[in-house]
């Protein structure tokens, strides 16, 4: 009970930056940019940042109107944390000792390029380190997948529920009702719009995530010191690297998640038809658009 409204206050505080990131990530920008400077003294059209986009969205429909998707998103939240952490303990409870070195031994071949790297990088006696690595790691990978597949329809849901500002409709309303909406109008398919990139996205941030908190925490906080405070901080930093570099994967996920789904955020003039999420990918990239919304604070015309 306490995870799950732990949950439930996580997600409420911080839906509206979730709202506002979502359009912006969808090329809605109804708001004129303005004369500014950059933080170089450069002259550039500014573009709102979240509390005056905040403030339109609140004008517009009001102080609940911020709150659209919310619902689906936390039920996404509460499954997606119970199914990883099922998925765990699975794996980790019904290993045998037999299994376990069948195990080390797939694992290394499916990482073999990981491993291989590792050895070379570090003394021979930390080979048995590096295979405790790679197997904890593909164990939290496979159980953050299997969160990711299970949970992902609502999170379609819910970007679906937040496009609807752009065009002001009201066909995604409640969870079931959508659910009934998505498979009459796109089959069973509709509700893994835009799931590849964001799959390939997961797996990437847990090997990542874990690869540099791995090298800092073996090859740096034995020079800064082993504190609390210092772990935190190598966490923190490996998270941001992670999401960092997964980011345009998140991105065209939630893009394809809106494409040509009958919304108006979805279709032209407000967003082109997209063939596939490479394509969209493609295109975000050739207009300097990859990284949209990932700020939310001093956003700028590119030039």
């Not at 679906?160 to 109008?185: D, K, L, P, T, W």
Request: with cysteine.
């Amino acid at each position: 009970m306490t995870a799950i409204l732990s949950s439930v206050a996580i997600n409420l505080a911080s839906h509206p930056f979730i709202y506002v990131k979502t359009l912006i990530q969808l090329g809605h920008e109804p708001i004129a940019p303005v004369d500014g400077v950059t933080l170089f003294g450069r002259n550039a059209q500014k573009l709102p940042g979240f509390f005056t986009y905040a403030a339109y969205i609140r004008k517009t429909d009001g102080f609940f109107g911020m709150y659209k998707g919310l619902a689906p998103r936390i039920i996404q939240s509460i499954i997606s944390s119970n199914v990883n952490a099922s998925v765990l303990k699975v794996i980790r409870e019904e290993k045998s000792q037999d299994e376990e070195e069948e195990n080390d031994e797939l694992y290394l071949q499916i990482n073999y390029t990981i491993v291989l790297l590792a050895v070379i990088m570090v003394p021979q006696t930390a080979v048995e380190e590096i295979k405790v690595f790679a197997i904890k790691t593909s164990e939290q990978c496979l159980a953050s997948m299997a969160a990711v597949t299970v949970s992902y329809p609502l999170h379609v849901i819910s970007v679906r529920m937040m496009a609807q500002f752009v065009g002001q409709e009201n066909v995604y309303r409640g969870v079931i009702s959508s659910i009934s909406e998505i498979y009459r109008e796109e089959g069973f398919k509709g509700f893994f719009s835009g799931f590849v990139p964001r799959l390939v996205a997961e797996f990437m941030s847990v090997w990542l995530y874990n690869i540099v908190l791995y090298v800092t925490q073996k090859y740096i906080v034995t020079s800064i010191g082993g504190k609390k405070e210092n772990q935190l901080y190598l966490q923190a930093v490996s998270n941001y690297i992670a999401g960092y570099i997964t980011y345009p994967l998140n991105l065209v996920s939630n893009v394809m998640a809106v494409n040509n789904c009958g919304l108006a955020a979805g279709a032209p003039p407000n967003m082109v038809f997209y063939s596939s999420w490479q394509d969209c990918m493609a295109s975000l990239r050739s207009e300097g658009q990859i990284r949209r919304g990932a700020t939310l604070f001093r956003r700028f015309i590119q030039s």
